[in-house]
């Protein structure tokens, strides 16, 4: 039976970049990705923002991870020349109730060092998003949008010049755990079956992840709950009332309700995007992107547009861009995120019972702005010692990216 040093399960952002990190100091690591292409899940059905972090004061893991990933990210696009724009980001308030929920972003912004983060009210507003209408609003400088699949094809590259064997059109179908070892049995797209032993299993399967660590351990709890996601679009060129000058708006977080418990959503926004110029580089585009709704489904591969319909979207951003009209909206894609059941941070940790096994579980929002961070992290994981010997192929603690 072939032996395999390292295993990645998931071929979406967080498990190339994984791959990517964990390639710069050691050997025989392998990604299987079930679908046809790389990313076609949640890494290639979002808003591709780059968040400051400053939503994240119950949750600290994701907080420390956006803020230091960020930077990563930033430095990453430049150096990769992959498209980037640091657009900035208003989240406004329609009233004082809200306007309360802005001063309390704004002190946790301060006592978290981020830089830049001020609020401003409806005269500067204005300057920044004349169409905009709003009491006040945090401004944020550091977020900004990228061309996801730009990076995660150059994460992939770099990975695979490396040394990286990304697998495409092969899923995991099962996981047996052996001594310090696994059993990890694979099938192809044409149906055909492989077994093969590997010393290290990182579980980075997204919206699988729990069934993934169910696989290693059955006594692994973690439920995945597909948060369905749609997203409209129009045109901000097609009248004078609809012009925006290319800030990512957002409001006050509102609630979403799963089995009756409540949870935080960032709420339907509107998120510049990327066109093609003259040059034949990408630069700020006209289109803005409205969205995403938050719908708990049963399946994690609902894809099917206009559920909601667009009135449902217009009521939405009525109050802060009340320009917009029904017929100035298309459809345009949905996705889904993988949303813990139970808890909102990022789970990453090792196996309870089979520590070489590493759980990602619950990697959504903002798990793309994280992902280089969240490598860093898992890879510091895997050079730690676990009774007395360090995880096998992992050479030391990988260097942050200065």
């Not at 072939?2 to 998931?10: M, N």
Request: aromatic residues 8%; negative net charge; contains cysteine.
């Amino acid at each position: 039976m072939e032996k395999i040093p390292v295993t990645i399960i998931g071929g979406g952002v967080v498990g190339c970049a994984i791959a990517y990190e964990l390639s710069k100091s050691g050997e025989g690591i392998f990604l299987f990705e079930k679908n046809a292409c790389l990313g076609e899940e949640q890494s290639g059905r979002n808003s591709g923002v780059i968040h400051a972090g400053i939503y994240y004061d119950k949750e600290p893991l994701k907080r420390e991870l956006c803020i230091k990933g960020k930077k990563l990210l930033y430095e990453f696009c430049r150096n990769n020349n992959i498209p980037v724009i640091k657009t900035a980001k208003i989240i406004v308030a329609a009233n004082e109730k809200e306007d309360k929920i802005v001063d309390r972003y704004v002190a946790n912004a301060f006592s978290w060092g981020l830089e830049g983060v001020k609020k401003i009210y409806s005269d500067e507003i204005k300057k920044i998003e004349p169409n905009v209408e709003a009491v006040s609003a945090l401004y944020s400088p550091d977020t900004g949008i990228f061309d996801v699949p730009a990076y995660l094809k150059t994460l992939a590259k770099l990975a695979c010049d490396q040394g990286v064997e990304i697998l495409k059109e092969t899923k995991v179908v099962d996981v047996k755990p052996q001594n310090d070892s696994f059993i990890v049995e694979v099938e192809s797209i044409r149906g055909v079956s492989e077994t093969f032993e590997t010393d290290l299993l990182v579980n980075a399967a997204g919206l699988y992840s729990d069934e993934i660590a169910k696989m290693v351990n059955p006594h692994n709890d973690y439920e995945i709950l597909p948060l369905r996601g749609e997203y409209y679009r129009f045109n901000s060129a097609k009248r004078p009332g609809l012009n925006m000058c290319g800030t990512n708006v957002y409001q006050v977080q509102e609630p979403f309700y799963i089995d009756g418990a409540e949870y935080l959503g960032i709420g339907i926004h509107l998120t510049p995007t990327f066109d093609l110029a003259i040059s034949g580089k990408k630069a700020l585009g006209k289109n803005v992107l409205v969205g995403p709704t938050s719908i708990v489904v049963k399946s994690k591969n609902d894809y099917e547009t206009a559920r909601q319909g667009a009135e449902y979207f217009l009521e939405r951003v009525a109050k802060f861009f009340p320009n917009l009209e029904l017929g100035d909206l298309e459809m345009d894609y949905a996705g889904s995120r993988a949303k813990l059941k139970t808890g909102n941070d990022f789970i990453i940790k090792r196996d309870d019972k089979y520590p070489n096994a590493v759980h990602l579980v619950g990697i959504d929002s903002p798990g793309l702005t994280s992902s280089l961070a969240l490598a860093e992290y898992v890879a510091r994981m895997l050079s730690e010692n676990q009774g007395g010997r360090k995880t096998p192929a992992v050479c030391g603690t990988p260097e942050a990216e200065k």
